[in-house]
């Protein structure tokens, strides 16, 4: 069936790789596992980097032609980051061989990373859905594998939303096969019913607002290492297909903007410094989604720029919180502080996240988000450059400060405990490396962007305003902690979009379902007592009482009959023939 | 770099707040000293980290409003090549910071009369 033949052989689609390797972990042990682990995405980047671009592996199916291998700049940037993502996690998820769980884990993450990759070079909608299923269905143990009560029913919560949109991507694609004859994963748009429901379903896994909630419940429930991965791959599956095929959707814009802005304000009051992060990560795909939605050249590279560093600084930075997670089995701002004095490597890194998430020059954040700021003021969205500019201050205030503040410094919780594991040091140290290498020397980034790039963010224009906004937002930080106005950590949860379907929708399936129990109840008593008493008549009439069925004496049976015949023969003989 | 960042743990290391000479702890080593760049103190044999003293929070504050404030102030000596009109006035980018996150903190702050609930509230619904 292949139409297209490759032109090597070992010219392998990246997630294969992948898959094999989540299928061999399981197999081995020690040592050996953590070669494999590690060889995995080193294999994939040498695979990876001998990609030719263009479409592999085609064939037909029901008549319509598959793609799931297409090679091109936007996908190729994905691949890249995603291998480093890969890697960094598995080296920092390395000594889990505790118990089969964590092979699980193993095994997931490689899968999920594999995912991933399937789906962004995925050239068909049909291909697409089903890796698009599959990050679900691998990712969902990273979560399960904390086996708390929460983490098993945030994992539930987190798969049927997921699947729900992988369901409605595969109904948009059917529609849009059946109008156009092409499953093709091109530009698509907003037209027509398919577009719609491919959007929405974009939208869920991208965590548009009201369908965000998923994303701040599940990822603080995963496991030390899992939300690490989960922090990387699904989103920005989500940012890509966005890229892929709505760029320069208006609407983008605006539901990026409100995406930037609002989860700061759940960030800064949330005390679970992973939801924070989770908050702050609504935050950034804001920053991505409006870029698209601009649409331009230079919107778009920085939407996919700020994708790529996304996954360095807050895999960072949720690695960090993973250490403390590791080390003192809290991350909750109100019981932590402190932790510099007996963690302080950890605390740096921490810090090099929080100044790349924050986007200090030298950072990578700073060379990724001017490039959608400086699009939104070109292309005439001054309200729209406010809105990020205020989202930007904002997240120097939750994410900059507000993680390692609370978690290393503050008031002293008292908790004396020490560094990490050497792996998950490791692999922290690198993630910090890459945040500050590509801040430093962006033109590496540039260059691997889907087009090309005329910018350079080093001005003193630039420099200079971007320092003022962030010092003078700590500054607002500052005077309010030292006036006590600044709110405490309090163990709390904070109402949001998920309060429908945690609190309202199990209360009003417990009323409706209670009103109809009541409604049933009634009809079928009241039917119940009517057929008593319909059988306590009959039996009255045709019971062993009754009229009809009572047993005669056969002798009263005779004298019937006799009387019975005697007028037979009255009528005969009194008859007209006598 | 660490000039910008360290700031954070200021205000909290109020006189007051880190105890002197506590719990000895199951800490590792002596390495408390990693935590910043500036002001790095020695560490004493009663175990007192870099933020206990009021001393270095007070140098770690005082090195950041010179910072921010030579920041404004060089608005004065640099042109910027701006965009928007709003760009153009002085300190427009500080000012804009310092409001945003204080009207962000505040709003946040009275956002939790509405929002916050005790822990485990979708417990019993779940």
């Known amino acids: 069936m292949p139409i297209d033949v490759p032109l090597m052989p070992v010219d392998l689609p990246p997630f294969l790789i992948f898959m094999v390797g989540a299928a061999l972990v399981p197999l081995v042990r020690g040592w050996l596992r953590y070669a494999l682990l590690l060889a995995i995405p080193v294999v994939g980047a040498v695979n990876l980097l001998g990609l030719e671009v263009g479409l592999h592996y085609q064939l037909t199916l029901f008549g319509y032609t598959l793609t799931p291998h297409r090679v091109d700049r936007m996908s190729l940037l994905f691949g890249y980051i995603f291998h480093i993502a890969a890697f960094i996690g598995n080296?920092?998820?390395?000594?889990?061989?505790?118990?089969?769980?964590?092979?699980?884990?193993?095994?997931?993450?490689?899968?999920?990373?594999?995912?991933?990759?399937?789906?962004?070079?995925?050239?068909?909608?049909?291909?697409?859905?089903?890796?698009?299923?599959?990050?679900?269905?691998?990712?969902?143990?990273?979560?399960?594998?904390r086996r708390t009560p929460e983490s098993v029913a945030a994992g539930f919560r987190y798969l049927v939303i997921h699947v729900v949109s992988g369901v409605i991507l595969f109904a948009g694609a059917l529609i849009r096969a059946h109008q156009t004859g092409s499953v093709e994963f091109g530009f698509i748009g907003l037209?027509?019913?398919?577009?719609?429901?491919?959007?929405?379903?974009?939208?869920?896994?991208?965590a548009f607002p009201f369908l965000h909630n998923w994303l701040t419940d599940s990822y603080p429930e995963g496991t030390a290492t899992g939300t690490v991965f989960l922090s990387a791959f699904t989103?920005?599956?989500?940012?890509?297909?966005?890229?892929?095929?709505?760029?320069?959707?208006?609407?983008?814009?605006?539901?990026?903007?409100?995406?930037?802005c609002f989860p700061i304000f759940y960030a800064v009051i949330e005390n679970d410094l992973r939801r924070v992060l989770g908050y702050s990560m609504i935050n950034q795909i804001g920053f991505m989604v409006c870029g698209i939605g601009i649409g331009t050249e230079l919107a778009v590279n920085g939407a996919v720029a700020h994708a790529f560093n996304d996954v360095l600084f807050k895999g960072l930075l949720f690695m960090t919180m993973g250490a403390v997670l590791l080390r003192t089995g809290k991350t909750k701002g109100s019981e932590l502080g402190g932790l510099y004095k007996t963690m302080p490597v950890t605390t740096?890194?921490?810090m090099v996240g929080a100044a790349s998430i924050s986007a200090f020059p030298l950072f990578n954040g700073f060379v990724s988000k001017s490039l959608v700021m400086s699009a939104a003021l070109e292309e005439g969205y001054p309200t729209v450059w406010l809105a990020l500019l205020f989202a930007s201050a904002g997240v120097f205030h939750h994410a900059g400060i507000k993680i390692p503040f609370f978690a290393f410094f503050a008031h002293d919780s008292g908790i004396r405990t020490k560094e990490p594991p050497a792996n998950m040091m490791a692999a922290m140290v690198i993630g910090a490396l890459l945040c500050v290498g590509i801040g430093t020397f962006p033109q590496f980034l540039y260059a691997r962007l889907p087009f090309e790039v005329d910018y350079w963010p080093y001005d003193t224009t630039h420099v200079l305003t971007q320092l003022q906004l962030l010092f003078w937002g700590a500054g607002a930080f500052t005077s309010l902690k030292l006036t006590g106005l600044y709110p405490p950590e309090l163990p709390s949860v904070n109402l949001d979009a998920e309060w429908s379907y945690r609190w309202l929708a199990p209360r009003l399936i417990r009323r409706v379902g209670g009103a109809v129990a009541y409604v049933d109840i009634r009809v079928r008593t009241s039917f119940l007592n009517f057929t008593e008493a319909l059988l306590f008549r009959a039996y009255q009439g045709s019971g062993p009482q009754g009229v009809l069925a009572r047993t005669w004496p056969t002798g009263s049976m005779l004298l019937w009959v006799a009387v019975l015949l005697a007028v037979i023969l009255l009528f005969y003989y009194a008859g007209p023939g006598v | 770099m660490s000039d910008e960042?360290?700031?954070?743990?200021?205000?909290?290391?109020?006189?007051?707040h880190g105890e002197v000479g506590e719990t000895p702890g199951t800490s590792s080593s002596s390495r408390s000293g990693d935590g910043g760049a500036h002001g790095a103190e020695p560490e004493?044999?009663?175990?007192?980290?870099?933020?206990?003293?009021?001393?270095?929070?007070?140098?770690?504050?005082?090195?950041?409003?010179?910072?921010?404030?030579?920041?404004?102030?060089?608005?004065?000596?640099?042109?910027?090549?701006?965009?928007?009109?709003?760009?153009?006035?002085?300190?427009?980018?500080?000012?804009?910071?310092?409001?945003?996150?204080?009207?962000?903190?505040?709003?946040?702050?009275?956002?939790?009369?509405?929002?916050?609930?005790?822990?485990?509230?979708?417990?019993?619904?779940?």
């Open chain 1, 191 to 206: 037209d027509g019913i398919s577009g719609l429901l491919i959007f929405l379903a974009f939208g869920i896994k991208c």
């Open chain 2, 44 to 126: 004493r044999s009663e175990r007192q980290y870099l933020f206990d003293k009021p001393r270095n929070v007070k140098i770690l504050l005082w090195t950041y409003f010179a910072v921010a404030v030579a920041l404004v102030l060089a608005d004065l000596f640099v042109h910027r090549h701006v965009e928007h009109p709003w760009e153009h006035l002085f300190g427009f980018y500080g000012l804009y910071g310092y409001v945003g996150s204080v009207f962000l903190v505040l709003s946040a702050k009275e956002l939790r009369r509405v929002l916050m609930k005790p822990e485990g509230f979708y417990d019993d619904a779940d």
């Open chain 1, 348 to 350: 740096i890194l921490c």
């Open chain 2, 5 to 16: 960042r360290n700031r954070n743990p200021g205000p909290d290391g109020r006189p007051g």
């Open chain 1, 235 to 260: 989103t920005k599956v989500a940012v890509y297909g966005l890229a892929r095929a709505f760029p320069g959707t208006e609407i983008l814009i605006y539901i990026g903007a409100v995406m930037a």
């Open chain 1, 91 to 145: 080296l920092y998820a390395l000594h889990l061989k505790r118990d089969d769980w964590d092979t699980v884990q193993h095994v997931a993450a490689v899968g999920y990373a594999g995912a991933a990759l399937g789906a962004v070079f995925a050239g068909d909608l049909i291909t697409l859905f089903v890796f698009w299923e599959l990050l679900a269905l691998t990712s969902v143990f990273l979560i399960w594998a």
